[in-house]
């Protein structure tokens, strides 16, 4: 299993960060292993929500669907894509700070199938777009 985690300090109040990341089709404007991302469906985001996303990982699109497994606002969203290669479960975190709010994200990829042999290459390739995200994150997150 790959794991990224990540704290960012943002301005934004928690309710501003929260809906933002709750909001998975944003993450293909603060991902850049994200090439593509959209809500599926014109609900309010919650419990449910799928989100269709292509992820380049590794030089590869890799279409995902993710769908949101825990909502509770303002504080915590839990999205999970399953495909015959790998398992990502994506939970965001929102803290209210005296100064706008906290956001921790944690990633984790599971390799599944012939993938499991190349589980240490898939961590260390994780790892590089995991901080590639947190970089972007900042940036949105304070924009």
């Known amino acids: 299993m790959a794991r990224f985690e990540t704290t960012i300090a943002s301005s934004w109040d928690a309710q501003r960060s929260f809906d933002y990341m709750a909001n998975f089709a944003n993450s293909a404007t603060w991902d850049p292993g994200v090439e593509s991302a959209h809500q599926v469906g ?3 985001v919650g419990l449910g929500t799928r989100f269709e996303l292509v992820a380049s990982f590794n030089g590869r699109s890799l279409p995902m669907s993710y769908d949101v497994i825990a909502y509770e606002a303002p ?15 994506d939970e965001i975190s ?3 700070t005296p100064t706008g709010s906290t956001v921790t994200y944690v990633a984790t990829l599971s390799p599944r199938g012939w993938l499991r042999l190349a589980a240490p290459i898939v ?3 994780f790892r590089g777009v995991g901080e590639r995200a947190q970089a972007g994150l900042q940036r949105e997150l304070n924009r």
């Open 123 to 125: 961590a260390r390739v």
């Open 94 to 96: 929102v803290v209210a």
């Open 75 to 89: 504080r915590r969203v839990v999205l999970r894509a399953e495909t015959p290669l790998v398992v990502s479960l």
């Open 42 to 44: 014109e609900d309010p």
